[in-house]
């Protein structure tokens, strides 16, 4: 089983549809935990952490579940921008570690 | 804001070359990582260094090493390179202390083997 997994997608909507990814993990010691943007031949950028309580920053929301071991990444009123791949990241103790991805189409 | 600085964005060499990709990071921080991101794979970590003159291996070390002589730069090294070493190779940083930090990315260098 991977450390991290996440739908492939991809995921195609239309603007201003509310869209939500889910990432699991196996690791239960996992401390801290992040999404990441990376646009075509780009390199991941943070889009936000995810904390116990969960958190929101403008339209997209982060969930963490610890008992079940899964984070969400909820983005409402999707923009066309909003296209890109969407990366889960889990902190195990000691590295950082990558879901696949989930790739994003918003269309007009 | 933090830079990560990687020497190269695209690079061609040739089977059985040494291969050294540098990376430094200006914000001092102790954890610096080498990810390589293949299509369908995501990002697969290669090495990680606490601090300096430390290392430990990730998921696929295999045909490289790295190097971590000072805390700003690390260095990974294809001994022998070969054509399934082509890829886009990204080094990242953290602080060490703050286990809740994100990482900070280099802009990637796309490698290809021929």
């Known amino acids: 089983r991977k450390e991290v997994e996440q739908d492939p997608g991809p995921f195609n909507v239309p603007e201003g549809a509310t869209v939500a990814f889910n990432c699991t993990y196996s690791n239960s010691a996992s401390q801290s935990f992040f999404w990441y943007r990376q646009d075509c031949r780009k390199e991941p950028k943070l889009l936000m952490s995810v904390y116990s309580s969960g958190n929101e920053d403008g339209r997209f929301t982060a969930q963490l579940n610890r008992a079940s071991q899964y984070i969400s990444l909820l983005i409402r009123d999707s923009k066309l921008s909003d296209s890109a791949t969407y990366l889960c990241?889990?902190?195990?103790?000691?590295?950082?570690?990558f879901g696949a991805g989930t790739r994003l189409t918003v269309k007009p | 804001d933090v830079k990560v600085t990687q020497s190269s964005r695209y690079l061609v060499k040739r089977t059985g070359e040494k291969v050294f990709l540098e990376c430094v990071q200006d914000?001092?921080?102790?954890?610096m990582f080498w990810y390589r991101q293949d299509p369908g794979l995501g990002l697969r970590l290669i090495y990680f260094?606490?601090?300096?003159?430390?290392?430990e291996k990730g998921d696929i070390p295999e045909g490289y090493s790295v190097s971590r002589e000072k805390k700003e730069r690390f260095s990974l090294i294809l001994e022998s390179a070969s054509t399934n070493q082509t890829s886009m190779y990204l080094c990242a940083s953290r602080p060490g202390t703050a286990y809740n930090s994100p990482l900070h990315f280099g802009n990637g260098t796309r490698l290809t083997v021929t």
């Open positions: 260094s606490y601090d300096v003159k430390m290392k």
């Open positions: 914000m001092d921080h102790e954890n």
């Open positions: 990241v889990v902190n195990p103790p000691n590295d950082m570690r």
